[in-house]
């Protein structure tokens, strides 16, 4: 447990007002605006769409939902890719990002992400027979773990004011 200062409250350890002092700002923006936040939306909704997209397919048999779900699968995927090279930058180049334990947590858990949305466009283009029920299994997992790296991601934003304040109005 923290110590006592003398004013009664609780003493902060050395390490997190250094923390507190770096520049947490967006280093990678565009006229004021952190761009992985801006591309973080495509990857998130073609996971969740290729989900749908596969429950369809299962429902109706209809080998068009076996072409959609290429297609939405290749774009969860590589727009994924795109995100994580941007937020990588990030992380690498902003001392204050880069310095937070949830900044490491959010790039793993974005990283598993886009392992598994790659491997479900795979299963796609190599073994489109292989859908039901490996495709949909990787669809609903891809699912679950565009939760996890989306929520930690909103904590970094929302919790700790990381990517914000980068216009030079402000
Ligand atoms: C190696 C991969 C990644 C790294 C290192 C990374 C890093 C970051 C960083 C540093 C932020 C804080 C905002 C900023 O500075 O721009 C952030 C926010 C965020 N990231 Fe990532 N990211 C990665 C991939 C992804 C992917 C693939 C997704 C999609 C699920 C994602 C979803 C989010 C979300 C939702 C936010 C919060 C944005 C908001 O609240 O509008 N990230 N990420």
Partial sequence: MAKKDDSGSHARSEVLLELLRLDAGSAVALVGHPIHVMMVHFPIAFVVATLGV????????????????????????WSGVAASFVGTAELLLVPGIRLREASWSHAVAAMTLVAIAGANWGVR??????????????????????????WHGGKLVFDHGVGIMVSPKE
């Fill in 54 to 77: 596969d429950v369809i397919y299962w429902w109706s048999g209809d080998p068009f939902w076996v072409r959609a779900g290429l297609w939405v699968a290749g774009f969860a995927f």
């Fill in 125 to 150: 283009l190599f073994y489109p027979a292989e859908i039901l029920p490996h495709g949909l299994a990787l669809s609903a997992l891809a699912s679950v773990m565009t939760g996890f790296a989306g």
